[in-house]
């Protein structure tokens, strides 16, 4: 099955693009079959109970109480921390 | 040959001459956005309505990126007030706080403000990843910060979003 990743961020197409791209070539690399949404910040909650994501990399802060996994996507950005974003949404992907 | 790409179209259109402020003296976050806004509106790049939009924006999705060295911040805005895809740079002497992109918390030293007209558009996509690329690379942030020519910080721009140099 498909795993579902949804990306967050202020406008939904500026960085959250970037973030998702980086996203899909990850799953490409550890070769797992990946659909990313993006979405704004405010829409996330609705988005969760049509998408219904496995995990969440949001650039903005989200609610604590969304009840999936959020991470920052900030280090696909930022460039610092970035092996470790990488290894944790790995691990997601490759849980059953 | 070093594909030392000058003045590629793809990228003349993002960042040019006239929309490079450097050195940029600025206050604050709110004056460096206004200043690089100015300048995008004067270009036709904006409308109006971009400064205040990407100001009142930037206090509840900050764009400061804590990246290794040298601040970066993107500020920017919805669509619906942008008209043309284009990137102001604001180079400053003097950095100026931004909040923490995704941590509001925390506050971000600025050098390096890039104010992005970002419409939806597929260019749109591959630009934003380069110029993410670039911020990850402190050898070109100090590049940059040095350049002190708003021609040369034209050309570093070039060489890094060229699409002519895709791929890296």
Request: charge should be positive; glycine fraction near 6%; hydrophobic fraction near 50%.
């Amino acid at each position: 099955m498909k795993k579902r990743v949804l990306v967050a961020c202020g406008t939904s197409i500026a960085t959250a693009t970037v973030v998702a791209e980086k996203i899909k070539e990850i799953a490409k690399e550890v070769n797992v079959p990946v659909v990313v949404a993006q979405c704004k910040a405010s829409e996330i909650r609705g988005r969760i109970s049509t998408f219904t994501p496995a995990l969440i990399v949001a650039n903005t802060p989200v609610p604590k109480d969304l009840g999936v996994l959020v991470l920052s996507g900030i280090p696909f950005l930022s460039g610092v921390g970035a092996d470790k974003l990488k290894a944790k949404i790995v691990a997601v992907l490759k849980e059953d | 040959m070093g594909a030392q790409a000058m003045s590629p179209k793809s990228q003349e259109l993002w960042v040019r001459e006239e929309l490079v402020i450097v050195p940029l003296q600025a206050v604050s976050a709110t004056d460096a956005i206004t200043q690089l806004g100015a300048k995008l509106q004067a270009a036709r790049c904006v409308k109006e309505s971009w400064v205040q939009a990407t100001i009142d924006r930037e206090e509840v999705f900050a764009t400061g990126l804590p990246t290794k060295e040298i601040g970066v911040a993107i500020p920017h805005t919805d669509v619906v007030h942008v008209l043309k895809q284009a990137i102001a740079v604001g180079v400053l002497e003097e950095p100026v706080e931004f909040m923490e992109m995704g941590n509001p918390d925390s506050t971000v030293l600025v050098r390096i403000v890039c104010a992005l007209a970002v419409p939806r558009s597929e260019s749109m996509v591959k630009v934003l990843q380069r110029l993410v690329k670039m911020f990850q690379s402190p050898e070109t942030l100090r590049a940059i910060a040095g350049a002190g020519s708003a021609a040369k910080i034209v050309e570093i721009f070039g060489q890094h979003l060229s699409i002519k140099l895709g791929g890296k």
